[in-house]
C-alpha cells in the first residue's frame, strides 16, 4: 500500500540538481497523518507547494536553452523555478483530504519544461517502541 505524503516530503525532479521539500498548506481544516499536514494531488503550485530543485538542467527551459547558446553550446544549468500546471496523479482512490485525493507516493507531477517530479521520502516517521 503506497504512503500518504506529508508536509515535508522530500521530493525531486529529474532535470533538478537538489531535493526540496514540499510545502503543505492547509485548505481549510488541516488533516493529519503521522503528526504532518497530509497532502493533497491539488498541492502542486510553484514556489508555494513545489519549491526549486537547485539548478535546472533541461534544454527546454528557455533559460536553460538561452545560457547554453551563449556558452557555445555547453550545457549550463540555470537556477530553478518549477512551473506546474496539472495535479499529482495519480493520487490515492481510496483517501481523501478535504474532498481532494490524498497525495500518496507513487504519484508524480509534471514541469512544463518537461522534469518529472516524484516523492522521494513521504514525510512521515515511523516511531517503533
Keep these: 500500500m503506497p504512503e500518504l505524503?506529508?508536509?515535508?516530503?522530500?521530493v525531486v525532479c529529474t532535470f533538478g540538481t537538489s531535493p526540496s521539500a514540499l510545502t503543505v498548506v492547509p485548505a481549510g481544516a488541516p488533516i493529519q497523518a503521522g503528526g504532518q499536514v497530509a497532502a493533497r494531488i491539488t498541492d502542486m503550485i510553484p514556489m508555494m507547494?513545489?519549491?526549486p530543485f537547485g539548478m535546472c538542467t533541461t534544454p527546454s527551459n528557455p533559460q536553460v536553452a538561452a545560457a547554453t547558446?551563449?556558452?557555445s553550446g555547453v550545457l549550463t544549468p540555470q537556477p530553478c523555478i518549477p512551473v506546474t500546471t496539472s495535479p499529482w496523479t495519480p493520487g490515492s482512490t481510496k483517501v481523501t483530504v478535504g474532498g481532494v485525493p490524498a497525495l500518496t507516493s507513487?504519484?508524480?507531477c509534471m514541469c512544463t519544461w518537461g522534469g518529472s517530479i516524484s516523492?522521494?521520502?513521504?514525510?512521515?516517521?515511523k516511531?517503533?517502541?
Design 49 to 51: 507547494n513545489i519549491m
Design 119 to 125: 516523492v522521494v521520502q513521504a514525510g512521515q516517521v
Design 106 to 108: 507513487p504519484s508524480t
Design 5 to 10: 505524503v506529508v508536509n515535508g516530503a522530500q
Design 69 to 71: 547558446s551563449a556558452a
Design 127 to 129: 516511531v517503533t517502541g
